[in-house]
């Protein structure tokens, strides 16, 4: 091989590398845009749930220990604890989680099984808040299954040595999962489903 032949194969392989190490960031820089969404629209799930459970307890179908108790949790997941953006970000995910689970629980606690909700959708108020908080609940669950599918697959493609070594991700950093408990079954009656059933 002539010393033309070898410039030109080096060439040739350092245009694959580049193009296939650009190809990776670009992929990297679409995943982490998405996560990025994903974790505004659990955000504002997370908001609409609490406000809903909120609005539970300004009706007449708790007794006033379990509203307490709910309408304190909801207060604490909607306005006290970390967001998931901003200047808290992923550092407040963990805290954030504990206080979403929260609210689960005094959830569960003040609703009860499915059996007793149905003795609650006797007038369309009271239906029409167990249908919010149904639906409230089941998009939470979808926002935080979509948010941790995409944090995922950043972590995957993170662990890639190439990745690592080249710095393809830049500053951004590591996002976490979120982590919480919303194992939660709503009677839906507009619908006669429990769409928020967790699985």
């Not at 679409?30 to 609005?55: C, D, F, K, Y």
Request: without cysteine; hydrophobic residues 45%.
């Amino acid at each position: 091989m002539t010393p033309a032949e070898i410039a030109l194969v080096v060439l040739v392989v350092l245009a694959v590398v580049i193009l296939a190490l650009s190809s990776v960031a670009r992929r990297l820089d679409r995943l982490h845009r998405r996560e990025a969404r994903s974790r505004a629209t659990l955000e504002a799930q997370l908001v609409h749930r609490a406000e809903a459970a909120t609005a539970l307890t300004d009706s007449d179908l708790l007794d006033p220990a379990s509203a307490l108790i709910l309408a304190e949790a909801g207060w604490r997941a909607a306005v006290t604890a970390p967001r998931l953006l901003g200047e808290d970000g992923a550092d407040a995910a963990e805290e954030r989680g504990l206080a979403e689970s929260e609210l689960t629980r005094a959830l569960r606690a003040a609703l009860g099984p499915a059996a007793d909700q149905e003795q609650w959708a006797t007038t369309p108020e009271s239906s029409q808040l167990l249908a919010r908080l149904a639906t409230a609940s089941y998009r939470v669950q979808l926002a935080r299954r979509f948010h941790n599918d995409a944090v995922v697959q950043i972590r995957r493609i993170r662990r890639n040595l190439l990745v690592r070594f080249f710095h393809l991700a830049g500053r951004a950093p590591l996002p976490q999962t979120f982590e919480m408990d919303d194992e939660l079954t709503v009677l839906d009656p507009s619908s006669g489903t429990s769409p928020s059933s967790a699985g």
